[in-house]
């Protein structure tokens, strides 16, 4: 199974582009690793924002490929059952998994219902830009968890 990470704009500070990378790199030793960014759209109204996102994100998508929306509205998770949806798509034999996190007004309603499902990673407000940095993290801790090592205590 391959794995995309999926973004709405570009990564902006180094320090948070090297985490990306650095977690990136650690995940590439479990699944293939890949991670794409669409532009973001500026100067409308937030749901022409959204709406112009989403046809650049599914634009972005394989077809066939299975999608997680990342999103504060969705379903929260503990790390080991994050793993277990990651374990459970890789074990389904899908080909590819795309996680994707919106702009800074999230995803449009034609987007949301093209995906699988959503996940929380907190009931907290992130700026996107952090987001990736966090779900970076928790998709190595998943894959670590997957392979029963020390990372996750």
Same mark, same amino acid.
């Not at 059952?81 to 459970?88: P, S, V």
């Not at 996680?99 to 929380?120: H, K, L, M, N, W």
């Not at 907190?122 to 990736?132: E, L, Y």
């Given at each position: 199974?391959?794995?995309?990470?999926?973004?709405?704009?570009?990564?902006?500070? =180094?320090?948070?582009?090297e985490g990306? $990378?650095?977690?990136? !790199?650690?995940?590439?030793?479990?699944?293939?690793?890949?991670? @794409?960014?669409? #532009? $973001?759209?500026?100067?409308? $109204?937030?749901?022409? /924002?959204?709406?112009k =996102? +989403?046809? #650049?994100? =599914?634009?972005?998508?394989?077809? @066939?490929?299975?999608?997680i929306?990342?999103?504060? #509205? +969705?379903?929260?998770? *503990?790390?080991?059952?994050?793993?277990?949806?990651? +374990?459970?798509?890789?074990?389904?034999? *899908?080909?590819?998994?795309v996680?994707?996190?919106?702009?800074?007004?999230?995803?449009?309603?034609?987007?949301? @219902?093209?995906?699988? !499902?959503?996940?929380?990673l907190? !009931?907290? *407000?992130?700026?996107?830009? /952090?987001?990736?940095l966090?779900?970076?993290?928790?998709?190595?801790? @998943?894959? *670590?968890?997957?392979?029963? $090592?020390?990372?996750?205590?």
């Open positions: 199974m391959r794995l995309r990470l999926l973004w709405v704009g570009k990564s902006q500070e =180094e320090w948070l582009k990306i $990378e650095e977690y990136r !790199r650690r995940i590439g030793r479990y699944f293939p690793v890949e991670i @794409g960014e669409v #532009r $973001e759209e500026k100067g409308a $109204e937030a749901e022409a /924002m959204r709406l =996102e +989403g046809e #650049r994100l =599914e634009k972005a998508l394989s077809k @066939g490929s299975r999608l929306l990342l999103d504060e #509205r +969705g379903e929260e998770c *503990t790390s080991p059952q994050f793993a277990g949806i990651i +374990g459970r798509y890789r074990d389904s034999g *899908t080909q590819e998994l996680f994707a996190i919106g702009g800074a007004y999230g995803f449009s309603e034609p987007f949301r @219902g093209r995906a699988d !499902r959503t996940v929380a907190s !009931r907290m *407000t992130f700026t996107h830009q /952090m987001v990736r966090f779900l970076a993290e928790q998709i190595y801790r @998943g894959c *670590t968890i997957l392979n029963n $090592e020390q990372y996750h205590h």
